[in-house]
């Protein structure tokens, strides 16, 4: 049992390149999470999926896209990377309703814009 | 505009002592109040949480004080150990979003 896997673990990008990062849960959850991590920010939500099949926006989507692949997958894709997105970004997942029991939190993705 | 705010930013604590950080949130609809611990280059990961309908939760020599009507609640940890050195967030969830909110963190230091 992994819990919650993320690829790659770190990344350099040139601005305008584009990226997918990936994200698999083996634990059934229904709800999966993309937050971004930046110094004195806390986490930031970027965009959520409450069951397979649906996405939705969270506090700060720009710049970004998702994909529920499936129950287990769920990617977080950058189509023209920019310097602000440098930052570390997370993957969680919970099970049941979403959010009101545990978000477990993947090892993260450092990624560098130049 | 900030819905969770954390105080300190950065705290150190000698080994043995108390530590506490805060929280203020301004969503009276946040019902679930959770601590995350995060070690450096790890993931997040849950240490205690709460709901607001009881002002207390311990766990070992973590506890949440929640105090509803001034909307705060707190994480103190009991004889603090080198081992507790990591970054803490509080975070809520509720008020029809979903997704956590999370303070911006506090740095602990356990000096030995």
């Known amino acids: 049992n992994a819990g919650v896997t993320q690829t790659p673990k770190f990344q350099v990008l040139k601005t305008g390149q584009s990226m997918t990062l990936q994200c698999a849960q083996d634990?059934?959850?229904?709800?999966m999470y993309w937050y971004r991590q930046d110094p004195g920010m806390g986490l930031r939500l970027i965009y959520y999926s409450a069951s397979e099949g649906t996405t939705d926006k969270g506090e700060v989507p720009n710049g970004y896209n998702v994909s529920r692949l499936n129950k287990r997958e769920f990617s977080l894709r950058l189509e023209s990377a920019a310097p602000s997105q440098t930052s570390v970004y997370f993957c969680?997942?919970?099970?049941?309703?979403?959010?009101?029991?545990?978000?477990?939190f993947g090892p993260g993705t450092r990624l560098t814009v130049t | 505009q900030q819905q969770v705010k954390q105080s300190p930013q950065s705290l150190i604590v000698q080994k043995g002592g108390i530590s506490i950080i805060n929280c203020a949130y301004e969503n009276t609809a946040f019902d679930y109040f959770p601590w995350y611990q995060q070690f450096p280059g790890k993931g997040p990961a849950l240490l205690i949480a709460i709901r607001p309908d009881v002002s207390e939760k311990k766990e070992g020599r973590f506890t949440i004080s929640f105090n509803k009507s001034a909307k705060q609640f707190s994480l103190h940890i009991m004889d603090s150990q080198p081992g507790d050195s990591a970054t803490y967030f509080c975070?809520?969830?509720?008020?029809?979003?979903?997704?956590?909110?999370f303070g911006k963190g506090t740095h602990l230091i356990i000096q030995p």
């Open positions: 634990m059934n959850h229904n709800s």
């Open positions: 975070a809520a969830l509720g008020g029809g979003a979903d997704g956590l909110t």
């Open positions: 969680a997942s919970t099970e049941g309703l979403a959010g009101v029991s545990e978000q477990y």
